[in-house]
């Protein structure tokens, strides 16, 4: 699948630096002190889990950015359907790059595929309907832009990457304010002062404050924690003049009672903070 924008090589280069300094930082001496400089071998990665796979492209870009000089053959593309016993990707070359950029590997490919495989289940809730299922800013410091991707792989649509490209006036900058009137005034005129080009979004607790957002011509909705009677009549009050999203303590079991309401958008924390590892491995091809 295509890279969303955020997954530039100049990211990935920089995560991979920052991750690869802390840890190997002086060396990797468990590799350095028992392994020959020449010797060149190979080593599977093996999933031990059915899953939806994802991280694979990360992994090569992993391997060849330590040691240009590495070979990886991909048997399993991002997004694919993996199940116990296939073999994702071989990896040949230096014995020594192989080892000291497998914990690496594995440690984004665990994460990212079991984000991936439950963004898939989550998303499959919602076939059929117009409701797009959104990830959020809940997401592990420094590791954002693989557990971002992990929900695209897993067919997800991702929401802002963070604070700097879309504003989203939540309840602490309403109470902060005043009221949500005067917020988005001030962000309007903010925007056009920077000559910026970002979407509003305001966070609602209850309809009077649905209706406060309406007139304030923002461009989505957020109906936070509100029951679906509420919710329906929200969008019926909206009735299509912006986007809305339901959020807040989302589950799996919601999803299509939510997506009924005729929401433009479901953001769940859950795809990537409460999201299990898949168990991986990469074993020497003996």
Same mark, same amino acid.
């Given at each position: 699948?295509?890279?969303?924008?955020?997954?530039?090589?100049?990211?990935?280069?920089?995560?991979?630096?920052?991750?690869?300094?802390?840890?190997?930082?002086?060396g990797?001496?468990?590799?350095?002190?028992?392994?020959?400089?020449?010797?060149?071998?190979?080593?599977?990665?093996?999933?031990?889990?059915?899953? #939806?796979?994802?991280? /694979?492209?990360? %992994?090569?870009?992993?391997? =060849?950015?330590?040691? &240009?000089? $590495?070979?990886? !053959?991909?048997?399993?593309?991002?997004?694919?359907?993996?199940?116990?016993?296939?073999?994702?990707?071989?990896?040949?070359?230096?014995?020594?790059?192989?080892?000291?950029?497998?914990?690496?590997?594995?440690?984004?490919?665990?994460?990212?595929?079991?984000?991936?495989?439950?963004t898939?289940?989550?998303?499959?809730?919602?076939?059929?309907?117009k409701?797009?299922?959104?990830?959020?800013?809940?997401?592990?410091?420094?590791?954002?832009?693989?557990?971002?991707?992990?929900?695209?792989?897993?067919?997800?649509?991702?929401?802002?990457?963070?604070?700097?490209?879309?504003?989203?006036?939540?309840?602490?900058?309403?109470?902060?304010?005043?009221? #949500?009137?005067?917020? /988005?005034?001030? %962000?309007?005129?903010y925007? =056009?002062?920077?000559? &910026?080009? $970002?979407?509003? !979004?305001?966070?609602?607790?209850?309809?009077?404050?649905?209706?406060?957002?309406?007139?304030?011509?923002?461009?989505?909705?957020?109906?936070?924690?509100?029951?679906?009677?509420?919710?329906?009549?929200?969008?019926?009050?909206?009735?299509?003049?912006?986007?809305?999203?339901?959020?807040?303590?989302?589950?799996?079991d919601?999803l299509?009672?939510?997506?009924?309401?005729?929401?433009?958008?479901?953001?769940?924390?859950?795809?990537?903070?409460?999201?299990?590892?898949?168990?991986?491995?990469?074993?020497?091809?003996?």
């Amino acid at each position: 699948m295509k890279r969303p924008a955020y997954v530039t090589d100049k990211a990935l280069k920089q995560f991979i630096k920052n991750a690869l300094e802390e840890d190997i930082h002086d060396g990797d001496h468990s590799t350095l002190s028992t392994i020959p400089k020449d010797l060149e071998q190979s080593a599977k990665l093996l999933v031990k889990q059915n899953c #939806i796979l994802a991280g /694979v492209e990360l %992994a090569e870009f992993i391997f =060849k950015t330590f040691d &240009k000089n $590495l070979n990886v !053959e991909i048997f399993i593309k991002d997004g694919s359907a993996a199940k116990v016993g296939d073999v994702a990707l071989i990896v040949k070359g230096s014995a020594r790059s192989i080892l000291s950029t497998e914990r690496l590997i594995l440690n984004c490919m665990q994460r990212m595929s079991g984000i991936a495989t439950l963004t898939h289940d989550w998303d499959s809730r919602l076939i059929g309907t117009k409701t797009k299922l959104l990830d959020t800013r809940k997401t592990t410091p420094n590791f954002r832009i693989c557990e971002k991707w992990a929900v695209a792989i897993g067919g997800g649509t991702n929401h802002r990457y963070g604070l700097y490209d879309m504003i989203m006036l939540k309840d602490n900058h309403i109470d902060y304010n005043g009221s #949500i009137t005067n917020a /988005v005034k001030m %962000a309007k005129e903010y925007v =056009k002062k920077n000559k &910026k080009k $970002l979407k509003i !979004e305001v966070e609602t607790r209850n309809l009077e404050e649905v209706q406060e957002a309406i007139n304030a011509k923002v461009d989505r909705i957020m109906l936070d924690n509100m029951d679906v009677k509420t919710m329906k009549k929200a969008i019926k009050m909206i009735n299509g003049s912006c986007e809305s999203e339901a959020s807040g303590g989302i589950t799996r079991d919601q999803l299509k009672e939510i997506a009924s309401t005729g929401v433009t958008f479901i953001s769940a924390g859950a795809l990537t903070h409460s999201a299990e590892n898949i168990d991986l491995s990469l074993k020497a091809v003996k």
